[in-house]
Structures are given as C-alpha cells and as structure tokens.
C-alpha cells in the first residue's frame, strides 16, 4: 500500500513539473552569471585581464546572493559553457528545436547530423 501511495505522489509531482514547464517556468536558482557578466569577462578577458582581476568588478543581480561578488569558480563555469555554445552551435539550435517541438505536443526529431552517422 504505501509503495502504491510513493507511486502516486511521485505521478503527482512529475505532472506538476511537467505543467510548470509548458508554463514556462522552471525549478532551481537563477543563473549567477548573466549574459550581460559573460560579455564582461569576455571583453576583458580579450585585453589580457586574469578572471581573479575581474571577479572582484562583477556583482550578483539577482537571487540569495544578491550584491555579492560571483566565485571565480562560478565565472571559469559560465566560460565553459560559453566555449561549448560556441564550439558546437548546431547542437544548441537541436536543443532549442526539441523543446519548442517537446512544448508542442509533439515529438523531436533526429537532426540531420545523427541520421547521417546512424547509416
């Protein structure tokens, strides 16, 4: 009975997360490092600048720490992720595809790339 009563709660919370995302909103924190931070140390970081000289200039907007300055951890994170945007640019348009197809009602479909290795 009570294994039934998990099953039932857990239905429950994934059909609320799944209506919260057609919604438009999504769980977890905001984002540390906007975009408007990112083209900062990008920016800076193109005049030579270390990330341990800018970290101390960006400020926090929003979310529990608000006013504070982001760890140089959260700053060398948001790079990466920037670098890999960058790097594989086809990847992010799928992405983007699959879940305007996913918020749809439909299903996504394979991109051109992976048909092509799949044969």
């Known amino acids: 009975m009570a294994e039934t009563e998990r099953e039932n709660i857990r239905e429950s919370t994934l059909e609320g997360l ?4 057609r919604k438009g909103k ?3 924190r905001p984002p540390v490092i906007t975009e408007d931070m990112l083209h900062t140390v990008l920016r800076r970081r193109a005049n030579g ?6 970290q101390p200039d960006l ?6 720490r608000k006013g504070q300055n982001p ?13 890999k945007r960058e790097a594989y640019p086809e990847a992010v ?16 479909r394979p991109s ?8």
């Not at 992976?114 to 044969?119: F, I, R």
């Open 71 to 83: 760890s140089v951890a959260s700053i060398y994170r948001a790079l990466a992720e920037h670098a």
């Open 49 to 54: 600048e270390p990330v341990e000289q800018i």
């Open 26 to 28: 999504h769980g977890g």
């Open 18 to 21: 799944d209506t919260a995302a």
């Open 112 to 119: 051109p790339d992976a048909v092509a290795l799949s044969s």
């Open 59 to 64: 400020i926090i907007p929003i979310g529990k």
């Open 93 to 108: 348009e799928q992405a983007h595809a699959d879940f305007a197809a996913l918020q749809a009602g439909g299903v996504p």
